[in-house]
């Protein structure tokens, strides 16, 4: 089944989205306070059912989806329960043998396991704990640690993708606690995740949109894919609330252990680097490209930049467009001209290359470095078109970058994007003359909001002072 349809105007990530079943785990939490009632879920998850006929259609492709759905039908079946009939409980039954068969005889594999195969992992567990079956925590333990790097991120190096991932992870050792007991060495790996996870946000825990970002979650209840609150104590809304008090549900040990304050910290985590100064917070992406440079959801976005001042958006990336909507688009979000970067007019830095199902940048199109001196974080790209040296230094009031440029500085633009709420504030000094303009900026998975672009004329020396108030 082709379920990209690049040439159409499409995108798959809708009916996988419905069919994770999260609206059905909402929908029984309310029926614990007769909000809702029963019949409303057993009647949708009938014509589901229905309607996805084991192994035929688009619900059955991805083990990733079936892993998420498969968790979500899970939770749903404790929750309502102490009210199901015997042949409702068959249905369930039926339904957490296909999933479970589906996950063990389809994972999504390939020679560097990425965030798929983790979450099918995940799926596994969960079947073995309703099919009675052992599951082995030291094969957990080897898949985490290959799944997150030395300083604690995700492999793929895409923000919102580390966060789901830390999430899922955490679930299913949560899981895997409740058959084997506590393992200490994974315990390890999720604390680093985490600790890695809230270096990289802002003061109220609000994580940059560094490369693809689908918005995924686990459970939704609301919640932005942007927040990191579960694993703070200080939820800032109800569905942030519901989110963290389900997940003390599954296990006390997430409260005693996971949710606790930690110490962040600056510098170099790959492949990140975090400047701080007050409650204004830098992070420039200057690590390797991810999944051992294979790039399935990076962008080309070496030297670029989010700034934080306090829980606000400053300078922010133009984000992620749907996937599977317009390839063109698509292509146009993942090029440097979407990114604080110098590119050409047309948006394009680095080479593209093919990868399995969309256009990925390409790491043999260029050369990448960074030194920091305690100061100034220097950062250099390298391209066929192109040598761009950028240096940051950021003070109580200012970020201050210096730029040299070698290259037809004639066909070159630097572009910076900045969040609408913040621009007014934003002053600007600069000898380079520039132009604004609004552009679409998809901070959430296919919903679009304004930013601000600042087009600069490219020379070959140039300083820029950006002062906030």
């Not at 249905?91 to 999933?99: E, G, K, P, R, V």
């Not at 990289?200 to 949109?209: A, D, F, N, Q």
Request: glycine fraction near 6%.
């Amino acid at each position: 089944m082709d379920f990209i349809k690049r040439d159409s105007k499409c995108d798959v990530k809708i009916p996988w989205e419905k069919s994770r079943l999260q609206w059905l785990l909402e929908a029984s939490i309310l029926v614990q306070y007769n909000r809702v009632e029963k019949s409303f879920i057993i009647n949708n998850l009938n014509h589901w059912v229905t309607s996805n006929p084991y192994l035929k259609g688009v619900n059955w492709i991805s083990s990733m989806e079936v892993a998420i759905r498969l968790i979500n039908l899970y939770y749903c079946y404790r929750l309502i329960l102490p009210t199901l009939n015997a042949s409702e409980k068959k249905n369930f039954y039926i339904l957490f043998a296909q999933h479970s068969h589906f996950l063990k005889r389809f994972p999504e594999i390939s020679d560097v396991p990425g965030n798929h195969y983790l979450f099918t992992e995940v799926g596994v567990i969960l079947s073995c704990i309703l099919q009675g079956e052992k599951y082995d925590s030291e094969n957990f333990n080897k898949i985490i640690e290959n799944q997150f790097n030395c300083d604690g991120f995700h492999i793929e190096h895409a923000t919102v993708y580390h966060r789901l991932c830390l999430d899922v992870s955490l679930l299913g050792y949560l899981l895997l606690k409740e058959l084997n007991g506590r393992h200490l060495e994974i315990e390890a790996t999720l604390k680093k995740a985490k600790i890695a996870l809230l270096s990289i946000c802002s003061s109220e825990g609000k994580l940059p949109v560094f490369g693809d970002s689908d918005s995924g979650l686990i459970f939704n209840f609301g919640q932005s894919s942007r927040s990191t609150s579960l694993y703070t104590t200080e939820a800032k809304s109800s569905a942030e609330s519901i989110h963290h008090l389900f997940y003390d549900s599954i296990s006390p040990l997430f409260s005693q252990e996971f949710s606790k304050p930690e110490i962040v910290r600056d510098g170099y985590m790959e492949p990140y680097f975090v400047l701080s100064k007050g409650e204004v917070k830098l992070i420039v992406r200057v690590g390797k490209l991810g999944l051992s440079e294979r790039a399935p959801h990076d962008h080309d976005d070496f030297l670029s930049f989010w700034l934080f001042k306090g829980n606000k958006d400053i300078f922010i990336e133009g984000g992620a467009a749907p996937y599977t909507l317009s390839s063109d688009v698509r292509d146009k979000y993942v090029a440097a001209g979407m990114h604080n970067c110098i590119s050409t007019y047309e948006g394009y830095r680095a080479g593209f290359k093919t990868g399995s199902i969309f256009n990925t940048v390409d790491k043999d199109s260029f050369d990448a470095a960074y030194e920091y001196d305690g100061d100034t974080l220097d950062c250099e790209v390298v391209c066929d078109h192109l040598r761009h040296r950028r240096k940051f230094r950021l003070t109580d009031d200012a970020l201050i970058i210096s730029e040299e440029v070698l290259g037809d500085v004639s066909t070159l633009v630097s572009r910076f994007f900045i969040s609408v709420d913040a621009h007014e504030q934003l002053k600007i000094e600069s000898a380079s003359s520039y132009e604004k303009r609004l552009i679409d900026w998809y901070e959430e998975y296919g919903h679009k909001a304004d930013a601000v672009e600042l087009s600069f004329k490219t020379t070959e020396r140039m300083e820029y002072k950006f002062f906030w108030e």
